[in-house]
Nanobody, 122 residues
């Protein structure tokens, strides 16, 4: 599986962005997937994770109510709708796929990563 993120950019506080993550390969359909972010000088943190049934397993309290994660297995795509963005949301955003069963929420449990897409909120 290979992942490619897109949709990042620079927006003003209060604005919105929609990140997309496209997957190639045959194992994406029922895999646990997630969005993570990493700001300069900080550790990578989980934003949201979703199991193969489309159930949200985890959503970071700081983004709950503002961010929405969805997936389209037919398109092998994962999305992150981000509304009411704040400067604190500025980071490189990554999508990730877990190869094993289960749907944990820590970055170390995900094996496949995209290259990231930058989100900057001013």
């Amino acid at each position: 599986v290979q992942l490619v993120e897109s949709g990042g950019g620079s927006v003003q506080a209060g604005g919105s962005l929609r990140l997309s993550c496209g997957a190639s390969g045959s194992i994406y359909g029922d895999a646990c997937v997630g969005w993570f972010r990493q700001a300069p000088g900080k550790e990578r943190e989980r934003v949201a994770t979703m199991d193969g049934y489309g159930r949200v397993v985890f959503i970071h309290p700081a983004v709950e109510g503002r961010f929405t994660v969805t997936r389209d297995n037919n398109k092998k795509a994962l999305y992150l709708q981000m509304d009411r963005l704040t400067p604190g949301d500025s980071a490189m955003y990554y999508c990730a796929v877990r190869l094993n069963s289960g749907c944990p929420t820590l970055a170390k449990d995900f094996a496949i990563w995209g290259q990231g897409t930058q989100v900057t909120v001013s």
